[in-house]
């Protein structure tokens, strides 16, 4: 009954049922949340949406689709917020963002593309063991990306061949996803989610 409610409030807001309902199966199935974390996950969700000037019903669709692939990080709702974050700023999808980021589960994949990313370069600006050590997707995605812009480097300022050989160095499909990944400051969004679920409620 508490989770119907839970469900028609967010629905005043413009969230589907069915993505609501989504999410709460994956919060109690998947994350192992009582009755009250999960209501309280879904109104988070919702302030969250509210606050970073998103649609809730995607965002909570979203976060009912990703729950599996999160579950491994120990807080997937900040992970979650914090990769939303980077994907508002940066115009890249999170399931995207989430494909570059995987490859630093093991020290195999991370020494493989800390090796290319440090050799385009020119110096030990990535660290393999920090970047796999790191459970975050979005603090690893920054860390990628600021280590490009602290080597001075721009998309606007890469030759035709750095671009190529960028893109294929962090795992992206073609040149248009290196620029979206350089275009973003992820420190003005930082602040942005002030607002409490109880305040939107």
């Known amino acids: 009954t508490s989770l119907a409610r839970t469900t028609a409030l967010l629905g ?18 998947v994350l192992g949340n009582s009755t009250k974390e999960t209501e309280q996950l879904g109104l988070s969700m919702n302030a969250f949406a509210q606050d970073l000037g998103v649609s809730a019903g995607e ?18 709702e900040t992970s979650f917020k914090d990769l939303a974050r980077v994907a508002k700023n ?21 020494a493989d593309q800390v090796g290319k990313l440090n050799a385009l370069l020119g110096g030990d600006f990535v660290n393999a063991i920090d970047l796999m050590m790191m459970e975050s997707p979005a603090d690893r995605f920054n860390t990628i990306a600021d ?8 998309f606007e300022s890469m030759s035709y061949f750095q671009k190529l ?13 290196l620029a979206l ?21």
């Open 12 to 29: 005043e807001y413009g969230v589907e049922a069915g993505k609501t309902s989504a999410l709460f199966q994956q919060s109690i199935k």
């Open 59 to 76: 965002l909570i669709g979203q976060l009912g689709q990703m729950t599996p692939q999160l579950a491994k990080v120990s807080d997937v």
């Open 90 to 110: 940066t115009g890249l999808e999170m399931t995207k963002i989430l494909q570059i980021t995987d490859k630093f589960d093991t020290f195999q994949g991370a």
């Open 147 to 154: 280590s490009i812009k602290n080597a001075g480097l721009s």
């Open 165 to 177: 050989a960028y893109t294929e160095a962090m795992g992206l499909s073609d040149v248009g996803e």
């Open 181 to 201: 990944v350089l275009s973003g400051n992820s420190d003005m969004l930082a602040e942005s989610t002030s607002k409490t679920s109880a305040e939107y409620e």
